[in-house]
Structure formats: C-alpha cells, structure tokens
Nanobody, 116 residues
C-alpha cells in the first residue's frame, strides 16, 4: 500500500504564489508517474499537471506559464509551484501517484483559496 499526503495549501491574494508538496510513502514500490489535479466547488476534478518518471511534463492550458510541476525521485516527493494565481485557481488540489503493479493512489487534497 502507498500513502499519499499533500501539503502547502492556504489562502493567497490574486497575483500571489504558493507551492504545494506531495509525499508518497510505503514499502517496495516504484512510481511511474505523478500528477496534480484540482476540483473547484460544483465542478468535476480536472488535470492540472503531470510528470513522468523521466521528467516529461504535461500541463492544462489554463495553468501553462504560471504553474511548474517538479519531482524529487529520491524522496518520492512531488511539487507544484504556482504563481500569478487567479480566483479561478481556487480549488482542492489532489496529488495522484501511479505505482507499478499497484495502480493509482490519491491523497486527501489540500485547499487553495485565491481571494483578496
């Protein structure tokens, strides 16, 4: 079993920055890919950004140029650097970890609120 825990959410003003972290832990597992998703009130969960074990990244059009996804393979940790935040970025942000032979694992999410 793999445990996934997000951190770093909070309240930030429009135009501000915030960095989210996601830590994956467990016994004898190999991470294939990791990603961030978000779900705003009344909306479906949507992809924000993903990164493969080799470092290939993919971003939603709405965050390109503002968000940067990165990972530390040695620490099984994922990051999301968010800048130029907008009220539309307000959502619960979830970390997704795809593990070889074990499938996808989700964290419980961390709330991001962009408001003045």
């Amino acid at each position: 079993q793999v445990q996934v825990v997000e951190s770093g959410g909070g309240l930030v003003q429009p135009g501000g920055s915030l960095t989210l972290s996601c830590s994956a832990s467990g016994t004898s597992f190999r991470i294939v890919a990791m990603g961030w998703y978000r779900q705003a009130p009344g909306k479906e969960r949507e992809l924000v950004a993903t990164i493969s074990s080799g470092g290939t990244t993919n971003y939603a059009d709405s965050v390109k140029g503002r968000f940067t996804i990165s990972r530390d393979n040695a620490k099984n940790t994922l990051y999301l650097q968010m800048s130029s935040l907008k009220p539309d970025d307000t959502a619960v942000y979830y970390c997704n970890v795809r593990v070889a032979l074990l499938g996808e694992h989700w964290g419980r999410g961390t709330q991001v609120i962009v408001s003045s």
